[in-house]
C-alpha cells in the first residue's frame, strides 16, 4: 500500500466503516475504494476533500508524508492571513501554467483552508462547482466588494 491507500484504510477502519459503506458514501465502486487502499490506484484530486470530510482528517494528511490529521494547528504568517479570507467572495488569478478555466474571471466563495490547499465555491455557466484547489496555484486574490 502507498501512504495515501494506508492512511485513507487506517482511517476508514478507525470510524468502523466497511468498503462498501466509504465507497457508497463516496458514490464510488467498492472496487475502486479498494484499489486506492491497495495503492494501484489514486482517486482523482477533486475526490479527496469529499474523503478526507468523511474521514474526520485534513486533505494535507492524506497527501503529505508528514501532516497532523486535523487542519486545527495554529495558523501563523501568511496562512493566519488566507483562514481570514474564508468566507469572503474574492476573484483569484492565477499563476499561467496553473490557470483554472473554470475559475477565470469569475467570482467565488472561499469556504475553507485546509494546509495548502484552498476549497471554493462559485456560481458559473455551467452551474455551481466547487472546487479544491492548491494555494500555490494561486497568483493574487482580490476582495470582491457584495453587490458587484
Avoid at 475504494?33 to 494501484?40: D, F, H, L, M
Avoid at 458559473?124 to 497568483?139: A, D, F, H, N, Y
Wanted: charge should be negative.
Amino acid at each position: 500500500m502507498n501512504k495515501l491507500g494506508t492512511k485513507i484504510a487506517e482511517k476508514r477502519k478507525s470510524r468502523g466503516m466497511t468498503q462498501i459503506e466509504f465507497s457508497e458514501r463516496m458514490h464510488v465502486t467498492r472496487q475502486t475504494v479498494s484499489r486506492w487502499e491497495a495503492g494501484t490506484a489514486m482517486p482523482d484530486i477533486d475526490k479527496i476533500g469529499e474523503i478526507a470530510d468523511i474521514l474526520g482528517v485534513s486533505c494535507d494528511y492524506l497527501l503529505k508524508d508528514e501532516a497532523p490529521e486535523s487542519g486545527e494547528e495554529q495558523a501563523k504568517g501568511v496562512g493566519k492571513l488566507l483562514k481570514s479570507l474564508a468566507g469572503k467572495t474574492v476573484r483569484l488569478a492565477f499563476f499561467d501554467e496553473e490557470a483554472d478555466i473554470d475559475l477565470f474571471n469569475t467570482p467565488c466563495r472561499i469556504t475553507d483552508f485546509e494546509g495548502n490547499w484552498m476549497r471554493v465555491t462559485a456560481d458559473t455557466k455551467k452551474g455551481r462547482i466547487e472546487k479544491l484547489i492548491p494555494v500555490s496555484s494561486v497568483l493574487s486574490i482580490e476582495i470582491v466588494k457584495e453587490g458587484n
